[in-house]
């Protein structure tokens, strides 16, 4: 599994009751959702690299967040 990257300014998840992990899901879906639309179009560029980087940390974010709220 990858190792989630910290955002600056992210809340530690462990301090987060149920309501604002939800809360902070639905940030993190919005944020792929823009993502998602600004996907650049050259895959081999150093753009596409860093895209993917954050699309990818993002997602590893979010499924983080979901097994919490499964717990």
């Known amino acids: ?10 809340p530690d998840l462990d301090a987060l009751d149920r309501a604002a992990l939800r809360a902070r899901l639905d940030q993190v879906r919005r944020e792929l ?9 050259d895959m081999m560029s150093e ?3 860093a ?3 954050r699309h990818e940390a993002l997602e590893d974010l979010a499924d983080d967040l979901l097994d919490r ?3």
Do not use: K, N, S, T
């Open 1 to 10: 599994m990858a190792e989630i990257i910290p955002f600056p300014g992210a």
């Open 33 to 41: 959702r823009a993502l998602d639309e600004a996907e650049p179009e």
């Open 51 to 53: 895209w993917a980087e």
């Open 69 to 71: 709220l499964e717990e």
């Open 47 to 49: 753009a596409y690299d």
